[in-house]
Antibody, heavy 123, light 109 residues
Framework: EVQLVESGGGLIQPGRSLRLSCTGS????????VTWVRQAPGKGLEWVGL??????????EYAAPVKGRFTISRNDSKSVAFLQMNSLKAEDTAVYYC??????????????WGQGTLVTVSS | SVLTQPPSVSGAPRQRVTISCSGSSSNIGNYGVNWYQQLPGKAPKLLIFYSNLLPSGVSDRFSGSKSDSSASLAISGLRPEDEADYYCAVWDDDLGGVAFGGGTKLTVL
């Protein structure tokens, strides 16, 4: 059974850093890209960024609001991806989901999602 | 959002409803569209991928279509358990990332 589990969320002060983890099981982690999506309280889904597989260079892409502050990385030997969040702002408060990427032609879908981890940025 | 969805739709049990998703040539016009269902308090779930394909285990009451720069999700035989938020999503070349629609809240009357 494919599973993704996020961890590392919590209450953090503005300007501080936090690292989230996304641990996969039930599939070959290195064969899939990983995407992070967040959802602010009462709001819609917002794409945060992605990391491609090593086969596609392990490259990353980020949404404009987090570019330069957030970094996604992966350790395929441990089936885990990370979202390093620096210089956190109140508007980063959200539930953060990781999701497995599935590629068909040039269309990427997110076929399995974790349960999410809540990040609250507040003094 | 670069993808426009109606904020809400509603229908009676056993009826059919559609949810639209309007985009542009930089997103829907170039790529397949995905639809996600988010039940209250739950993580999103892939409902339709590549515009009209159903993942294993998803009811065939759900269907998707795409034409030019727009896409639609149809739900037939509405059931109370279909009450959820529905999001379209697609890669956007201008953004260099995934664009999500604003979401549509489905109410089953």
């Amino acid at each position: 059974e494919v599973q993704l589990v996020e961890s590392g969320g919590g209450l953090i002060q503005p300007g501080r850093s936090l690292r989230l983890s996304c641990t996969g099981s039930g599939f070959t982690f290195g064969d899939h890209g990983v995407t992070w999506v967040r959802q602010a309280p009462g709001k819609g889904l917002e794409w945060v960024g992605l990391i491609r597989t090593k086969g596609f260079g392990g490259t990353t892409e980020y949404a404009a609001p987090v570019k330069g502050r957030f970094t996604i990385s992966r350790n395929d030997s441990k089936s885990v991806a990370f979202l390093q969040m620096n210089s956190l702002k109140a508007e980063d408060t959200a539930v953060y989901y990781c999701a497995r990427a599935y590629l068909l032609d040039s269309t990427m879908s997110l076929d399995f999602w974790g349960q999410g981890t809540l990040v609250t940025v507040s003094s | 959002s670069v993808l426009t969805q109606p904020p809400s739709v509603s229908g009676a049990p056993r009826q059919r409803v559609t949810i639209s998703c309007s985009g542009s040539s930089s997103n829907i016009g170039n790529y397949g569209v995905n639809w996600y269902q988010q039940l209250p308090g739950k993580a999103p779930k892939l409902l339709i991928f590549y515009s009209n394909l159903l993942p294993s285990g998803v009811s065939d009451r759900f269907s998707g279509s795409k034409s030019d720069s727009s896409a639609s999700l149809a739900i037939s035989g509405l059931r109370p358990e279909d009450e959820a938020d529905y999001y379209c999503a697609v890669w956007d070349d201008d953004l260099g990332g995934v664009a999500f629609g604003g979401g549509t809240k489905l109410t089953v009357l």
